[in-house]
Structures are given as C-alpha cells and as structure tokens.
C-alpha cells in the first residue's frame, strides 16, 4: 500500500483485540465496584469517584503497548508517550528473559525503547521491519552489541512462523 509516495507503517494486527480486552475489563471491573458498593448502601458520589479513577488505573495498567514500524523506524506507543528509534542506525540490542522476555534497542542517536518480543513473534511484517533496520545497522557498521541476540530472535520467530505454517496445513 501506498500513500502520498511513501509506504505506510507496519503495525502490531492484535493491538485493537488486546486493546478492547483491556477497557472490557476496566469496565466490568467498574459496574462490578460500584454495584457492590450501591448494593452494600455505602457509594456516595467521592466513593464513586473513587472507583471510576481506580478502573481508569486498571485500563491504563492493562493497555498494550501500541507498536509500529516503517522503513528505518520503529515506535511504541503507551497512552502517555512515544518512543521511536532508528532501526538502521541501531548503536544496541539486548534481551532480557524472564517473566516477560523484552528487547532493548537504543540507537546512534541515543534514543531507546523497551519491546515485548511477543509482539514481533505474532506480527512478520513488524520483524520484517526490524530486522531490515539490523542488517542495516550491521552493515553501516553501527551495530556494536546484540547482533547475536537478533539472531537467535530471528531464529526462535522463523521456527515459530514455520510451526504454525505446518499445523494449519496439517502436516504437523
């Protein structure tokens, strides 16, 4: 797809699921305080302000993380900021496992942001995105740590991708 003469961004395809998730449970989360609250006979209007702000904290906290890329960039985007790096110019990757296993990219520019990996994993065209800005950066010379952790990502994310291709043929 173009428009106006230049490609459009890539984004993360679950982003509005997820997205809906989240404010589905502020809003159960809500009618399901205040009803108990009313049925208890003790909500007044502070109490009631009181648990809209704490359902508003619930949907904020269970918000994804909305992510895109374009040729030589990747932003994510939280409800209150906007981290972009530049991913030919990349200075950085690194992999943190545990709980939730995330990336850190910080480029030349000294901009940095924070990525679940998940993301790239369910969205090829975000890692294709990403991994054309590595073999950039990698080519350009800028790339000085994590060119081996892209790697074995791109591995882990190229396995995945062939798995799922061979069960929904049914050859797996």
Known sequence: MRRKGLLAPTGDRHWRGSARFAVSCALIFCA?????????GSLTPLRALLWITLSAIV?????????????????????????????????AVRQYDGVSSHLVLRDVHGHRL???????????LLWHE???????????????????????????????????????????
Not at 61 to 90: E, K
């Open 32 to 40: 399901m305080s205040l009803l108990v609250d009313w049925d208890a």
């Open 59 to 91: 949907g904020d906290i269970l918000l994804p993380q909305r992510v895109s890329a374009g040729p030589g960039w990747l932003a994510v985007r939280t409800p209150w900021r906007r981290y972009t790096v530049h991913t030919d110019v990349l200075a």
């Open 114 to 124: 924070t990525l679940d990996t998940r993301v790239l994993a369910a969205n090829p």
């Open 130 to 172: 990403v991994d054309t800005g590595v073999r950039r950066s990698l080519e350009r010379g800028t790339l000085r740590q994590g060119a081996a952790v892209v790697a074995r990502l791109g591995h882990r994310i190229d396995q995945e991708t062939a798995r799922a291709v061979l069960r929904a043929s049914g050859l797996s």
